[in-house]
Antibody
Framework: QVTLRESGPALVKPTQTLTLTCTFSGFSLSTSGMCVSWIRQPPGKALEWLALIDWDDDKYYSTSLKTRLTISKDTSKNQVVLTMTNMDPVDTATYYC??????????????WGQGTLVTVSS | SYELTQPLSVSVALGQTARITCGGNNIGSKNVHWYQQKPGQAPVLVIYRDSNRPSGIPERFSGSNSGNTATLTISRAQAGDEADYYCQVWDSSTALYVFGTGTKVTVL
């Protein structure tokens, strides 16, 4: 059974760095073709893809947020971490992690975490 | 950057057919995936690679993709189909995932 769960602070101040952790089970990120991605959704708005890391430690980032994002993995802990620097109120959103099996570009988001709401406010 | 355009809303009578479009430049050459999102919940995959249904998704959900438009079709619409629907592709030229603008489906 595949599960993913996001964790991190519910509230961050402007200019701070956000660190989110995705803890997953039911699959291994060392398996060829396996990837974990981060996606966010501001309240009442559409989904926005942020970043992806694959089994080979290759990383892909949203063009508009590339300078602020870092994605990493700890295969032994079954975790993927996303950091986002210089947080702003417009970054207020629900942040999801999701699995892709089939490599970057070759698959779809077949399993999602429940999401974690992050509010940016002083 | 690659963009996917969806109608803001689609209304369908109970038991009738809803069609949700997703427009993109030559989208027919890409694999399109569709997600259903109900209020307060995470998205759920309903169609992958244009027309394939994951296990557990009713046969009432189907998809097609050609030219500049991909379409998600919901047949015999039920009240439980009310949700936001998003299309998604991988843009290989930029190595980016792209989501559509989202469509709110209302069952009357």
């Amino acid at each position: 059974q595949v599960t993913l769960r996001e964790s991190g602070p519910a509230l961050v101040k402007p200019t701070q760095t956000l660190t989110l952790t995705c803890t997953f089970s039911g699959f291994s990120l060392s398996t060829s073709g396996m990837c974990v991605s981060w996606i966010r959704q501001p309240p009442g708005k559409a989904l926005e893809w942020l970043a992806l890391i694959d089994w080979d430690d290759d990383k892909y980032y949203s063009t508009s947020l590339k300078t602020r994002l870092t994605i990493s993995k700890d295969t032994s802990k079954n975790q993927v971490v996303l950091t986002m620097t210089n947080m702003d109120p417009v970054d207020t959103a629900t942040y999801y992690c999701a699995r892709i099996y089939g490599g970057p570009g070759g698959g779809h988001f077949d399993y999602w975490g429940q999401g974690t709401l992050v509010t940016v406010s002083s | 950057s690659y963009e996917l355009t969806q109608p803001l809303s689609v209304s369908v009578a109970l038991g009738q057919t809803a069609r949700i479009t997703c427009g993109g430049n030559n989208i027919g050459s890409k694999n399109v995936h569709w997600y259903q999102q109900k209020p307060g919940q995470a998205p759920v995959l309903v169609i992958y690679r244009d027309s394939n249904r994951p296990s557990g998704i009713p046969e009432r959900f189907s998809g097609s993709n050609s030219g500049n438009t991909a379409t998600l079709t919901i047949s015999r619409a039920q009240a439980g189909d009310e949700a936001d629907y998003y299309c998604q592709v991988w843009d290989s030229s930029t190595a980016l995932y792209v989501f559509g603008t989202g469509t709110k489906v209302t069952v009357l």
